[in-house]
């Protein structure tokens, strides 16, 4: 299994400012997603982060809003960039867990809720 | 394309009550079926899963079949308590990296 930590846990921020999310893993792991769940909703997954490469994002989700670094094995951060109240949401990071020939349940973080006045 | 579909909630049961969730899914394969759940406050996390038909995954008292055809994967428990008060999430995923694909997800209340 892997632990996931995330940073902020909760902010709440202003209209038109940024917001960088931090998202640590204590084992090293491929690929890590960033999820976005709105109040009530289920998941929506916004990227996928792969180590040396760009994200790669789903339909409905730019690099310019939701920008993505993943330097290392271990880390990863998601920019919210230019926040509206509409961006109020949980975000939360995961891996997947590789089992010998597929991958498998995803791990999640414990989130991080914000909130945009 | 794919898909999961759960019954809609929320779910309120006292406790020891029979509990169960519907989860039917679509999809162009075989995929691997999942159960989260997610405590209040808290990430999601694994609660059981099923890689192949007629695997039935099993924890902490909840139980699911993968049943290939009826394409359903329903959540159940015999006896609930207060303490599994959460949302919970039916998923699908395929081998070789392929995204997982949640359901709406079904909100439980149980009360003492």
Not at chain 2, 26 to 49: C, D, H, I, N, R
Not at chain 2, 52 to 63: I, L, P, Y
Request: glycine share 8%; charged share 15%.
């Amino acid at each position: 299994s892997a632990v996931i930590s995330q940073k902020p846990s909760r902010d709440i921020c202003q209209r038109g400012t940024s917001l960088t999310i931090q998202c640590q893993v204590d084992s090293q792991v491929t690929m890590m997603f960033w999820y976005r769940q709105q109040p009530g909703q289920s998941l929506t997954l916004i990227a996928t982060a792969n180590q040396g490469s760009e994200a790669t994002y789903e339909s409905g989700f730019v690099i310019d809003k939701f920008p993505i670094s993943r330097p290392n094995l271990t880390f990863s951060t998601l920019t919210v960039s230019n926040m509206s109240p509409e961006d109020s949401s949980i975000y939360l990071c995961s891996v997947e867990n590789w089992a010998g020939d597929s991958y498998n349940e995803q791990f999640f973080g414990p989130g991080t809720r914000l909130t945009v006045l | 394309g794919n898909s999961v579909t759960q019954m809609e909630g929320p779910v309120t049961l006292s406790e020891e009550a029979f509990l169960t969730i519907n989860c039917t899914y679509t999809a162009t394969g075989y995929p691997s079926l999942f159960w989260y759940v997610q405590y209040p406050g808290e990430g999601l996390q694994l609660l059981l899963k099923a890689t192949k038909a007629d695997d039935k995954g099993s924890n902490k008292g909840f139980e699911a079949t993968y049943r290939k055809e009826t394409t359903s994967f329903h959540l159940e428990k015999g006896s609930v308590q207060v303490s599994d008060s959460a949302v919970y999430f039916c998923a699908l995923t395929f081998s070789g990296g392929f995204k997982t694909i949640f359901g709406a997800g079904t909100r439980l209340f149980v009360k003492a």
